[in-house]
Structure formats: C-alpha cells, structure tokens
Nanobody, 116 residues
Framework: QVQLVESGGGLVQPGGSLRLSCAAS????????MHWYRQAPGKERELVAT???????YYIDSVKGRFIITRDNAKNTAYLQMNSLKTEDTAVYYC??????????WGQGTQVTVSS
C-alpha cells in the first residue's frame, strides 16, 4: 500500500527553523518528483517546493532563500528545511509524489504553526 508519511511539524517562533520529513513506501521513490504543498486557514492550497527525479528544484517566490527541498533516494525520504520562518508560513504542509502527472500520491499533512 502506497504511503507518504509526513513528520516534523510543530510550533515555532518567528525566525525559527523546522525540518519536515516525508517517508515514502511501496512505490519506486527515485522515479517520482516530490512536492511540498501547504494550505493555510481560509486560503487555497499552494505548491511550495518541488524536487524532480534528477534533483532539480523549484520554489515559490515567498520561500526562496529560506526553504530547501532535498531528497534521499536511499531512504525513500524527502525533506523540507524551513528557515527564518514567518507567521505567514503557518499552514498544513503536505508531501506529494508525482510520476509525470500519471500518478499522484498525497500524505496526510503536518501542521506548522509560526507564532510568538
């Protein structure tokens, strides 16, 4: 059974850091692009960052220079390192796996709250 399990969310003060992890199972992880989405209360879900199977990355402008997406194919795990967090980063963060648009799997989400 395909699973994506996020972890690492929590409460952090503005300016702080968190690292989200996404553990994948039951599919060929290395062949899939991995994405992190987020959804804040009352807002639409948005794509935050992507790393493709070749390691190329993409970030939305609001997180460039602060967030880093990586992957470890040996561990079937993707990561999102989030630094210099702002209150507007508060959201549920979702990990997804995408095979050229043909198959798309989602995790259950992890809450990130940035507040003093």
């Amino acid at each position: 059974q395909v699973q994506l399990v996020e972890s690492g969310g929590g409460l952090v003060q503005p300016g702080g850091s968190l690292r989200l992890s996404c553990a994948a199972s039951d599919f060929t992880f290395s062949n899939y692009a991995m994405h992190w989405y987020r959804q804040a209360p009352g807002k639409e879900r948005e794509l935050v960052a992507t790393i493709n199977s070749g390691g190329l990355t993409y970030y939305i402008d609001s997180v460039k220079g602060r967030f880093i997406i990586t992957r470890d194919n040996a561990k079937n795990t993707a990561y999102l390192q989030m630094n210099s967090l702002k209150t507007e980063d508060t959201a549920v963060y979702y990990c997804t796996a995408d095979y050229y648009g043909l198959r798309h799997y989602w995790g259950q989400g992890t809450q990130v709250t940035v507040s003093s």
